[in-house]
């Protein structure tokens, strides 16, 4: 059964910083494409870093220079390093594993930043 549990949301004031982890089970991590999207209320499901089973990471324009992704193989977890954070980061994060066609999401972490 594949899992992934995320944890390390909260609330933070603008200009802090946040550490989001994501555990999985049930999947062979290292081969596996894994990803960080957000979703804030009203807005559609956005992508914010991904990393590749080889190691390499993009992000999307808004968040560049303040996130960073990073992958531990041997812990099966992946993390979002969340600095400089801003009011409009405030979202439900999510963790995405991603192998081919196959997809799968874990429940999600609440971030809020207060202006």
């Known amino acids: 059964q594949v899992q992934l549990v995320e944890s390390g949301g909260g609330l933070v004031q603008s200009g802090g910083s946040l550490r989001l982890s994501c555990a999985t089970s049930?999947?062979?991590?290292?081969?596996?494409?894994m990803g960080w999207y957000r979703q804030a209320p009203g807005k559609q499901r956005e992508l914010v870093a991904q990393?590749?089973?080889?190691?390499?990471?993009n992000y999307a324009d808004s968040v560049k220079g303040r996130f960073t992704i990073s992958r531990d193989n041997a812990k099966n977890t992946v993390y979002l390093q969340m600095d400089n954070l801003k009011p409009e980061d405030t979202a439900v994060y999510y963790c995405?594993?991603?192998?081919?066609?196959?997809?799968?999401w874990g429940q999600g972490t609440q971030v809020t930043v207060s202006s």
């Open positions: 990393i590749t089973s080889g190691g390499n990471s």
């Open positions: 049930g999947i062979i991590f290292r081969l596996y494409h």
């Open positions: 995405n594993a991603r192998l081919g066609l196959s997809s799968t």
